[in-house]
């Protein structure tokens, strides 16, 4: 079994920033992707930023330039730094993991159980 734990979420003021972090465990041998999702009120869940296990990264056109998303591949963990906040950033957060539990496993996505943030104006 694998399981992913975010922490970080909470409320902050718009232009305020927050550090998320989630951290896989379990049966794990290697982890391809990892990236965060997230879901307003009334939205679809929609891509925030993804990262590779070779760190090349990509992002939500919303938040280029405001976000960076990083890994420690030795922690099996990914975080999402998110500076400049704004009201339309509320959401809930889920991170997610592409895990090979064996060698030569096809990889299996993993979610998060999501972590509230909420930027008031």
């Known amino acids: 079994q694998v399981q992913l734990v975010e922490s970080g979420g909470g409320l902050v003021q718009a232009g305020g920033s927050l550090r998320l972090s989630c951290a896989a465990s379990g049966s794990i041998f290697t982890i391809d992707g990892m990236g965060w999702f997230r879901q307003a009120p009334g939205k679809q869940r929609e891509l925030v930023a993804v990262?590779?296990?070779?760190?090349?990264?990509n992002y939500a056109d919303s938040v280029k330039g405001r976000f960076t998303i990083s890994r420690d591949n030795a922690k099996n963990t990914v975080y999402l730094q998110m500076n400049s906040l704004k009201p339309e950033d509320t959401a809930i957060y889920y991170c997610?993991?592409?895990?090979?539990?064996?060698?030569?496993?096809?990889?299996?996505?993993?979610w998060g159980q999501g972590t509230q943030v909420t930027v008031s104006s």
């Open positions: 990262i590779t296990s070779g760190h090349n990264t």
């Open positions: 997610n993991a592409d895990v090979r539990r064996r060698y030569g496993d096809r990889p299996y996505v993993y």
